[in-house]
């Protein structure tokens, strides 16, 4: 099923959380130093991450309110959310090991692959499309936000 145009902002962002996910198991693979690693989370985070989970939190999840949409989905997705801000949490503070970083290499991966493979196809069958042009008005996104412009390749 192709994605909605109006929920394409977040899958372009979902496909460089993937590449991040996929360079910090490079790194972790390559003995890359942990700090550059986590200091790499915490810059993802804070330029892409985070106003991406408040995008989904603030605009699309309430917009699914009212619907038949399953609320153990979004359970799902606020869990995920949690966990990853924790971990990144956990990176803000130097309290972190190599296991931290490979837990939110695979969380962040799983998490993305929950959203475009269950999540967006089941609020696409339940929004209208009035809602979702509604909801794609509201999204907005960097395009020049890659995680391969970040400037320590730890990866290769």
């Known amino acids: 099923m192709k994605r909605s145009a109006h929920l394409q902002p977040l899958s372009r962002q979902h496909h460089n959380g993937l590449l991040a996910a996929l360079l910090l198991g490079k790194g972790l693979k390559k003995g890359a130093s942990l700090q550059v690693m986590a200091t790499f989370i915490v810059y993802m985070w804070e330029r892409d991450l985070q106003s991406h989970f408040e995008q989904e939190e ?6 699914l309110q009212n619907t038949p949409f399953d609320p153990a989905l979004t359970q799902q997705l606020l869990k995920d959310h949690r966990d990853l801000r924790s971990l990144v949490q956990q990176m803000q503070h ?12 695979s969380l962040l991966e ?4 929950f959203e475009e493979r269950i999540y967006f196809p089941e609020a696409e069958k339940v929004l209208s499309v009035e809602v979702l042009e509604q909801i794609g008005e509201l999204l907005h996104e960097d395009p020049s936000e890659n995680c391969m412009n970040y400037p320590v390749k730890f990866w290769e």
């Open 58 to 63: 603030e605009i699309l999840i309430p917009a």
């Open 110 to 113: 799983q998490h993305i692959r």
């Open 94 to 105: 130097e309290n972190y090991g190599s296991d931290d970083i490979a837990s939110f290499a």
